[in-house]
């Protein structure tokens, strides 16, 4: 069993950034993919990053491409995701996922556990 606590969310301007971190109990941390999603108000769930075990492997929705980057330390038990120039339209909760398989996965489903969230607005 894995918990995992969403830190770093606020309310921001239009073109600033903001670092999310998501700090995971236990010890088999870096066996875990590792995923970034969020929802917005009356909207679906979308991904947003997600990492391998070892952090060799990225991958992000276009809309956040060359804005976010996803990252992390094993030896802390974190992942993190740096959001640069933000935009009102990134406004939604973000959660964190881990992900027992070891394949990148963009589909919420196959994450096994999820944070509670923290909350990202983005005023224009």
């Known amino acids: 069993q894995v918990q995992l606590g969403e830190s770093g969310g606020g309310l921001v301007q239009a073109g600033d950034s903001l670092r999310l971190s998501c700090r995971a109990s236990g010890r088999a941390f870096s066996s875990y993919v590792m995923g970034w999603f969020r929802q917005a108000p009356g909207e679906e769930r979308e991904f947003v990053a997600a990492?391998?075990?070892?952090?060799?492997?990225?991958d992000y929705r276009d809309s956040v491409k060359g804005r976010f980057t996803i990252s992390r330390d094993n030896a802390k038990n974190t992942v993190y995701l740096q959001m640069n120039t933000l935009k009102s339209e990134d406004t939604a909760v973000y959660y964190c996922?881990?992900?027992?398989?070891?394949?990148?996965?963009?589909?919420?489903?196959?994450?096994?556990?999820w944070g509670q969230g923290t909350q990202v607005t983005v005023s224009s």
């Open positions: 990492i391998s075990r070892r952090g060799i492997i990225t």
């Open positions: 996922a881990a992900d027992r398989s070891p394949t990148v996965s963009r589909t919420g489903d196959e994450y096994d556990y």
